[in-house]
């Protein structure tokens, strides 16, 4: 990340500041930018929470998170600054009149209020209620709303209807922590700064797109939440959506946020609706059972602490997308999303057509396809799978398949592979919403998400069993096999 003019003086007020989001990843990321002196002398961080702490209590546990959770040698000048930024303020964030206990903590002057919601949606309008009690909104402030919005499209109108009482969306950040990642972004450059892929990205040269986040934990504690999102509102509505827009999109006018949120959300609006008439042939649903994982056993999701041992709940997604425009007409996008593979790792594969014609059949009887593989997790880079001649004297023209890669690590090995939830707290300081998610995206995911589950309800069957450690149900094979595909792994 390169050094920037420091940001105006800011307010960083983190509802929910001793959950684990904070601690994992806010606090850490505020850090960061920190270090890179990329906040203003004269901004503060104010933690608020329910429990009763003291100032020193809560630099206690942010000086914990930080040991914890930053990956690399803390330097002691730099926390000594970072820490003297911090406030806390204890409140019941349901409790209007309890918000003028933070109005007294809050600083008076023209300092821009940036407002986290790293709290369940569910009381984000309390939280705007309260703000407006104690007069703490003004048309400067920023809002943070983090994912899921809702259970289904709904309940997420009722949530952006209760926050635009109080701010306006241009006021609204809605995180979807994905779109920070290095990768993500540099999908812009590559299709819009690369003839190569400009000129090539459409039907006429894509067979199929493959687009994967496996994640090798479990439910990692939050039964309650999980078994009522599971793996399609969780990861499919939010995450592989965003990832699908940015890679079908029209070429936006501009990098302004209302340019590249005009194309993303073409792009959803596009996806053929998936309804009850054709969702067993394009989507599986599958929920892990006992199995290994590094050799070491792992229980089933039912039995999960806590777990309802009637649950019905997926854990495993796999979705056969398209796109009903000119550009993607006929070229699928295989979606895949589970808990429990093999390793933790997300990417996306463009498989580019097939030579029509083979001129080494003496070398190689059939060509395979280019595909460009773009990795998100764990060793973010880009790689390109093509055909070249093996060196020698041989008479015959002996070829292989070989990979130009692009690994940031390797690549870039003097700059820090920065995490997204610094870039997106930088933006939001900037006030730059182009990578953020707007109401009419949230809402057209969901409209498409709605009439999947919608559908799985209606068959009432119960999600395909895999192994705990595998790449899922076995007929999440099929459902790319059928297409004469199979899944890269």
């Not at 592989?240 to 936006?252: C, D, H, K, V, Y």
Request: aromatic share 8%.
């Amino acid at each position: 990340m390169n050094k920037l003019d420091c940001q105006s003086a800011s307010e960083i007020v983190i509802f929910g500041a001793l959950g684990d989001l904070s601690r994992r990843k806010l606090l850490p990321a505020l850090y960061q930018l920190e270090v890179c002196g990329l906040i203003n002398e004269k901004s503060r961080i104010v933690g608020v929470a329910r429990p009763a702490h003291s100032v020193e209590d809560f630099k206690s546990i942010v000086l914990e998170s930080l040991h914890d959770f930053v990956n690399e040698m803390l330097d002691e000048n730099i926390l000594a600054r970072f820490t003297a930024r911090l406030v806390y303020q204890q409140l019941d964030m349901k409790e209007a009149c309890a918000y003028n206990h933070l109005a007294d903590t809050l600083s008076a002057g023209n300092s821009t209020r940036v407002y986290y919601f790293s709290t369940p949606p569910t009381i984000y309008g309390d939280i705007c209620n309260g703000l407006n009690h104690a007069t703490l909104i003004s048309s400067d402030d920023r809002i943070i709303m983090e994912k899921p919005i809702g259970h289904c499209l709904a309940s997420s109108k009722v949530i952006n209807d209760q926050v635009a009482r109080f701010f306006n969306e241009n006021q609204i950040y809605r995180i979807d922590h994905y779109l920070g990642k290095e990768t993500v972004l540099n999908l812009l450059v590559l299709r819009f700064a690369n003839s190569l892929f400009t000129n090539n990205w459409d039907r006429n040269s894509i067979d199929h797109v493959q687009i994967t986040v496996a994640e090798s934990v479990g439910i990692e504690g939050r039964w309650t939440f999980y078994d009522e999102a599971g793996q399609m509102r969780d990861m499919i509505q939010s995450h592989l959506l965003q990832i699908l827009s940015l890679l079908a999109m029209e070429p936006p006018a501009d990098l302004s946020a209302s340019s590249i949120r005009a194309e993303k959300l073409k792009a959803v609006k596009a996806l053929s609706p998936i309804n009850r008439t054709n969702v067993k042939e394009k989507t599986v649903r599958g929920q892990y059972t006992d199995g290994f994982l590094n050799g070491v056993a792992v229980p089933s999701y039912l039995n999960e602490e806590g777990a309802n041992t009637n649950s019905k709940t997926e854990t495993f997604v796999a979705i056969k997308a398209e796109i009903d425009n000119w550009r993607w007409s006929g070229v699928p996008f295989y979606l895949r999303t589970g808990k429990r593979m093999p390793a933790k790792h997300s990417e996306i594969v463009v498989h580019f057509k097939a030579q029509p014609h083979n001129i080494f059949k003496d070398s190689y009887s059939e060509l395979p396809s280019n595909k460009l593989t773009i990795r998100l997790q764990p060793d973010e880079g880009v790689e390109l799978q093509m055909m070249n001649k093996i060196p020698g004297i041989a008479s015959q023209m002996n070829i292989q398949e070989n990979k130009l890669d692009l690994s940031f690590n390797d690549t870039y090995q003097d700059q820090r592979v920065i995490d997204a939830y610094e870039r997106l707290m930088l933006e939001v300081l900037n006030g730059n919403q182009s990578l953020f998610v707007s109401r009419d995206e949230v809402e057209a995911a969901w409209t498409w998400a709605d009439s999947i589950i919608d559908a799985w309800q209606a068959t009432n069957e119960a999600p395909k069993p895999y192994a705990a450690g595998s790449w899922g149900p076995v007929s999440s094979i099929s459902l790319i096999a059928r297409d004469d595909r199979q899944w890269v792994e």
